[in-house]
């Protein structure tokens, strides 16, 4: 077989005949395997491989399939990309859309045309007290890395007061005609003196043509690191001087689509991708000799809930690197009612005990996909009903293996994977892939297969962009709703307030974890924050704005040298030390973490004094 390294890996890193998988172990014991595949090293152990889908469908099947099967991600913003999503978000996406696609045709200073700047959310933050005298932090000499949709960079948001650009580098992982990163081998980087070339162009797009069509990595990157527009009455991000790193994520391809049921139009993104814009980013650090802050607004239902992801354990080793901080969004499913948590009584002689779990399904799903996590070493049954009375009889999920059922007089097929001891997290799982679902109530009824020692059980709907219409548990819990990667070890998990008046916000994530870790470690302002595009609201906004934080502490820490040896954990204790908290709550909360970021009382706390 030919094994072909990041050398010979474009095409088909590109083509949609294949599958990116994302793997833990040495490739070289593939190379018995006889399959013509490539890979990309990350380090810390794991690399992505490049397979034929043809092939990959086969080699990659069993019970280590949910393992190697890509997650995708989402933006974690509300009313972005949805012109569908009915009763709880109306026509605000597509407003959004067609409001952000006239403002890149203007091809001006888009910061002109909006509402007067709203400097709140940095105040009550902390952030704007420390960027003044004495201490003067504004995230100089720091990097603040944006892995999301690209950046506007003709924005007055990302220049000097020269014109010159503040943006090292665009890794553009959607544009192939250029020079790709060393050993990555796709996409396109555009360098800090390429995109100060096309400023001056009269058409930048003709030299520079990476394009942020979304607006939401610009929006991120401007609160977290938007210079200072007239003397910031105009607009200010929280390091208005820190360097700004930008990659942008390609689209997942068609087979995960069609795998997950994603809508055409919904932004997707693969581990893969992910993980290797982390990689990137990371190089930086090396290369500049520099402190580097990653803030990633995307997010997703899949996985444990509990860090166990391949792109939370990569999070993780990276976030243990001295000058490296990772800053993940909670996202915002806290009220989307896509979470059950159930549990079964353990006493002796109720094995027939069980619960019923309700989800209705609204007319235009075309599918959608369900995780079940319990807990060693209970072993559970599931029969299932649909809204027009055909049942399927109670299926022993300790059993590994898959299988297919197909109705008589609904069109809707269910595929259903046991795995009994899932290979990243050792607990059980059964994922459910629902197609053309019967618009109604389906029933899902648990029950014990045995002695029961814990009783509970988790499960989990997709993320509300990853549906195509309302799908959603009739009773369900609105805790352990952060999404993944946020309940990675060495990340700061950051929740959403509204800091107009200090109250939670509805749709935020919560935790704690599902075996209890906590997370949120922080709430920070979310609701309606001053943007580069005008106002804009989701956990994305507090990820960024709590990056921008993590940037001036950086710079106060190893690039003044104050602490030369910091990184993320540090980081994240010492904005635990400073956070505001209430008397009426007890802390850690599943909502507000250890309290509400406030960057200035971190450094009361360092000199002694009373924070006001």
Known sequence: MKMETYMDCRDKILS???????????????????????????????????????????????????????????????????????????????????????????????????????????????????????????GKGCIFCCIDTGVD????????????????????????????????????????EQINEALQAEDPFSIVPSRDELGHGS???????????????????????????????????????????LPADVPAYTEADVMLAIRYADSFAETFKRPVVICLGVGTNMGDHNGNSFLSRYLSCMGGYRSRVMV?????????????????????????SYRDVEVRVAEGVNGFIMEFWGSVPDLFNIAIRSPGGETI??????????????????????????????ANTGEQLVLFRVYQPTAGIWNFRVSAAGQLYNGSFHLWLPITDFITAECYFLSPDPYTTLTEPSMADRVICVSTYNDTNNSF???????????????????????????????????????????????????????EGNSLLAETEEVRNYFIQGAVRSTEISYPSREWGYGRLNLRRVFDVLAGVTGG
């Open 153 to 192: 960079y003709t924005s007055p948001a990302f220049r000097n007061e020269d014109g010159s650009t503040r943006i090292l580098a665009i890794w553009d992982q959607t544009i192939q005609d250029g020079e790709s990163p060393r050993e990555l081998n796709f996409g396109t980087v555009y360098t800090r």
């Open 505 to 559: 916000f509805l749709e935020s994530g919560r935790g704690f974890a599902r075996m209890g870790q906590i997370c949120p470690d922080i709430a920070a302002p979310g609701v309606n924050i001053s943007t580069i595009y005008g106002r804009r609201t989701g956990s994305s906004l507090a990820a960024a704005l709590t990056a921008g934080a993590a940037a001036q502490f950086m710079q106060w820490a190893v690039v």
């Open 16 to 138: 949609d005949d294949y599958v990116d998988i994302v793997v833990d172990f040495p490739v070289d014991i593939l190379l018995t395997e006889g399959s013509d595949i490539c890979y990309i090293p990350l380090g810390d152990g794991y690399s992505v491989i490049y397979d034929k889908l043809s092939t990959a469908q086969n080699r990659w099947r069993g019970p280590y399939q949910y393992r190697f099967t890509p997650k995708v991600y989402g933006l974690m913003e509300l009313d972005i990309t949805r012109p569908d999503r009915g009763e709880k978000q109306g026509k605000a996406g597509e407003v959004r859309a067609a409001q952000f696609a006239e403002e890149q045709s203007m091809g001006a200073n888009r910061l002109t045309s909006q509402e007067p700047f709203d400097p709140t959310p940095l105040i009550s933050s902390g952030i704007l007290s420390v960027q003044r005298d004495p201490l003067n932090l504004t």
């Open 393 to 422: 009889p109670p299926i022993r999920l300790g059993v590994e293996g898959e299988s297919t059922h197909r109705f008589i007089y609904e069109r809707t097929v269910i595929t259903i994977q046991s795995v009994l001891v899932e």
């Open 328 to 352: 993940v969004a909670g996202g915002n499913e806290g009220n989307a009612a896509h979470h059950f948590f159930g549990r079964i009584p353990t006493d002796l002689g109720r094995i027939d």
């Open 219 to 261: 929006a991120l990157a401007g609160v977290a690191a938007g210079s200072s527009l007239d003397n910031g009455t105009t607009y200010l991000g929280a390091a208005p001087q820190a360097d700004i790193l930008v990659i942008k994520l390609k689209q997942c391809k068609p087979y995960l689509r069609q795998y997950y049921f």
